[in-house]
């Protein structure tokens, strides 16, 4: 199966940037649709972005629309998440998620990913 690693997380000022990754292990990754989720606490985890297998196709929920942006390099096994103008609302735990399955119109959906790793605390100050 996939293993991910999720890093890059802090603490940044409100407007600002910042850059996570997801360093998945596993034989197939480059056919995993890959995705950013987050959590805040008490709220449901929401779906943030995804990326197609070969990087060809992405998806943003509106919230971020324009600020973020999805990416990988499948020959380093890693999917990015760069994030620019930053709000206090953006403030969660992301989590990184591969799906096996091809790209649908159910990628916005948590419960289509079997593999998740373990999440970054993303905290924007005020």
């Known amino acids: 199966q996939v293993q991910l690693v999720e890093s890059g997380g802090g603490l940044v000022q409100a407007g600002g940037s910042l850059r996570l990754s997801c360093a998945a292990s596993?034989?197939?990754?480059?056919?995993?649709?890959m995705a950013w989720f987050r959590q805040a606490p008490g709220k449901e985890r929401a779906f943030v972005a995804a990326?197609?297998?070969?990087?060809?196709?992405?998806d943003y929920a509106d919230s971020v629309k324009g600020r973020f942006t999805i990416s990988r390099d499948n020959a380093k096994n890693t999917v990015y998440l760069r994030m620019n103008s930053l709000k206090a609302e953006d403030t969660a735990v992301y989590f990184c998620?591969?799906?096996?399955?091809?790209?649908?119109?159910?990628?916005?959906?948590?419960?289509?990913?079997?593999?998740w790793g373990q999440g970054t605390q993303v905290t924007v100050s005020s």
């Open positions: 990326i197609s297998w070969s990087g060809s196709s992405t």
């Open positions: 998620a591969a799906d096996p399955y091809a790209w649908t119109d159910n990628r916005r959906l948590t419960n289509e990913y079997p593999y």
């Open positions: 596993g034989r197939t990754f480059s056919r995993h649709v």
